[in-house]
Each structure stands twice: as C-alpha cells, then as structure tokens.
C-alpha cells in the first residue's frame, strides 16, 4: 500500500501520454494515410464525357466518406488515450494522499 | 512506351483516317459524300469519349490508394503500438479497465474493416483504369479498320484487313467488380484480368465510301454508349458502397460507458482498479479527488472562456 499507484500509473501511461504514448502514437500513424484517401487529383484526360463527370463524383463522395471515417476513427483512438489520462491525473492526485 | 494508346497516338490515327476518307471520295466520285461528312464530323465526339480519362493518373491513384491501404490495415507498426497499449493496461481491472482493453481490440477490427472498404473502393478504381485502357485500344482499332477500309475502297478491291477489335465492357466490368477486394495487389497491372477473353470482333463494311463512313460512325458511337454504361455501372458500385459505408457504423464510433470517464459521477475506483489497493479505504479518496478534479476543469473552462470573449477571440475556435 504505502508504494502508492506509482509503478502501475507510470506503466498505464506509457499507453496514453501525449505524442509518445502507444495509443497516440498508432493514432498518428492510422492518420497519415488520410491525405491520400481524401487527394482528388483527378483522372481527366484530354477529352471531356459526361459519364465520367457522374462516376466520378461518385468516386469522390465515397473516397471522402472513407476518409472522413479514417479521421474519425483516429480522434476516437486520441479521445480514449485522453479518457485514460485523466483517469491517471485523478489517480495521482490520490496517490499524493495514499 | 505506354501500356496505352496514347492521345497523340489516337489523333494522329483519326488524322490518317480522315484524310483517306477524303482521299476516297476524291478518287471514287471526286465528289462530297454527306456520310462521310457526318462520320468526320462525329469524329471529334469519338474522341472525347475515350480520352476523357487519363489512365496514367488511374494508375498513380491506384497505386498511391493501394498504400493507403496496406498503412491502415496491414501497419504493423501500429498493431503493436495498440496491443501494447493493452499490456501497458494489464495491471488495471475493473469494468472500466476492461472496456478500455476492449476498445483495443475494437481499433484494430475498425482498421481490418476500414481495410476491405478502401480495397473494395480501389476495385473500382482497377475497373476504371481497365476501361480507360481498353476504350483507347478499341476506338484505335476502329479508326485502323475505318483507315483501311478507305484505302480498299480507294484500290476498289480487299486489300486490307478491315476487321475491328472491341472490348466487351460490360463483361470485363462485372468481372472486375465481382473480385475479391482482398486479392487485389499492387500495381494497377497486376489486377486487370485476362482481357484479351472479352474482345469481339467486327467488320468495317468496306463495300463503298457511303458504307466504310456510315461503319465507322456506328462503330465509334456503339463503343461510346458501351463506354458511358460502363462508366455507369461503376458509378453504381460506387454509390452502393457509400450507401453501404454510409449505414454501417462502426463499433469503434460507440461511445465508451460513461463510467470510463472521470467527469462522469458513474466512475469510481471499483471500476478501475489496480490489483494491489483494496477499493475500500481508496474509493471515497478516488470519488473526492475526482470531484475536485472535475470543478477545476470546469472552473478553467469558464476561465478560458471568459477571456476569450474578453478577448472578443470566443466563437472564432
């Protein structure tokens, strides 16, 4: 009892701290492929087609959806890391008290 | 070289087409043939239509999606850093700690599903690309048959093979489209199917100058429809996967339980707990500490707040 919370919170934050936590971290790397979900360089040659102009927006809605997912999917990984370092800022806290 | 019939390639063939078709009526008649004003007339329509798309920039996006894919649900890297994650959480229990361990496992399905949805958007990427590539080659050997049947009408015997190769679209499409998106691979290439199964043969009418111009027209404007109903069917994939996208919502977006958050009243030690401190002399300390914590979060909140709108800065962020 008197070592407190100490070892356990240090290692539950290697999990959640900011930047270099694991969770952040994968949430970084699950983002960076966001650019390329979200990129509508185009694909338009010379000429001009109607049916092209329609499949295409179609394309792009659903590219964007995609990615707009990968987006929220990486907030949601950043807000549980968040979630779990407040639970370690109120355990510290306590910790202090222990 | 290109794996393609190139723009230039194209023109210039159309170019070498249009002058035998003048050349034809100045030989055979020497004089104006209302078809084969209508047919070089349509030509630059043709055209339009199967150049529309640039297969170079198909293939790049393919291939730039195609690692976009690998990085969401083939990155090892970031497997690790979730299961870790877990590991650096194992000394933790309660229901709290175990929904929160349980959201692990729900980030790396969430990325394995985010996976398949991208790879199936890129199947029709492959698709686009296939009758990108395939317009090109088809309208080409169409202005080659046009071309040759022409100079037989010129020579006025069969001097030259007027027989067009034409990919069956639709075919090659519904094939396309019917893969598995998990064996799709690297490089566009890789992915087009034997199309060389889908052609179907047809015959420029090299029969007289009125026949090859009203041939080709018709040949040209039945690819281009083929082409739009093609471009067509992929459009609906399209749509039918953002509908699909649309309704399916992953478990990663459900929110935690409130007790897995501290300014929640439902949380407590007993739900997230370490293995080593009894909940009962801890747990009210847990309770006050974090009520205090919550009311200075909120106090910082409203001080932030307040000097923002001070700042006449609030409502910008």
Partial sequence: MSDGFTIDLDEAERGCRSYDGSLPQAALMLREPVADLLDHAGWDGRGRFDAVDRMRSAYRLLSEELGDRQIRGCDVMEDTAEALREIIAVYRRVDGQV | ?317
Wanted: charged share 30%; net charge negative; aromatic share 6%.
């Fill in chain 2, 1 to 317: 070289m290109a794996d393609w019939r190139t723009d230039d390639d194209i023109h210039h063939a159309t170019n070498t087409m249009q002058d035998w078709f003048r050349v034809m009526c100045e030989e055979e008649w020497d004089t104006r043939s209302e078809a084969v004003d209508a047919a070089i007339q349509q030509v630059p329509n043709h055209m339009n239509c199967v150049t529309a798309l640039d297969p170079a920039k198909i293939r790049d996006d393919y291939e730039r999606l195609f690692q976009a894919a690998v990085r969401i649900g083939d990155n090892d890297l970031a497997v690790a850093k979730i299961r870790i994650t877990g590991t650096h959480l194992a000394a933790w229990t309660g229901d709290a700690a175990d929904r929160f361990k349980e959201q692990l496992t729900v980030m790396e399905v969430f990325c394995d599903k985010q996976q398949t949805l991208v790879l199936e958007m890129l199947r029709g990427v492959a698709a686009v690309y296939t009758i990108a590539v395939l317009a090109r080659e088809s309208y080409f050997s169409i202005i080659e048959a046009g071309t040759a049947a022409a100079m037989n009408v010129c020579v006025q015997q069969k001097a030259k093979e007027t027989e067009a190769k034409i990919s069956l679209y639709a075919d090659v499409i519904k094939d396309i489209l019917g893969m598995d998106a998990k064996n799709l691979r690297s490089g566009v290439a890789n992915v087009v199917i034997d199309v060389g199964k889908y052609v179907a043969t047809t015959m420029i009418d090299d029969g007289g100058i009125d026949q090859v111009a009203n041939s080709y027209r018709h040949e040209a404007d039945r690819l281009c429809q083929s082409l739009g109903q093609a471009l067509d069917a992929i459009q609906g994939d399209f749509a039918k996967q953002h509908e699909k996208v649309d309704n399916e919502k992953p478990g990663l977006f459900v929110p935690l339980p409130a007790y897995c958050d501290v300014d929640s009243p439902d949380f407590s030690y007993e739900r997230f707990r370490d293995t080593a401190h009894d909940p009962g002399p801890i747990g009210p300390q847990v309770e006050a500490e974090r009520q205090k914590y919550v009311e200075e979060k909120r106090t910082n909140d409203t001080e932030i707040g307040r000097r923002l709108d001070h700042h006449g800065d609030k409502g910008v962020i």
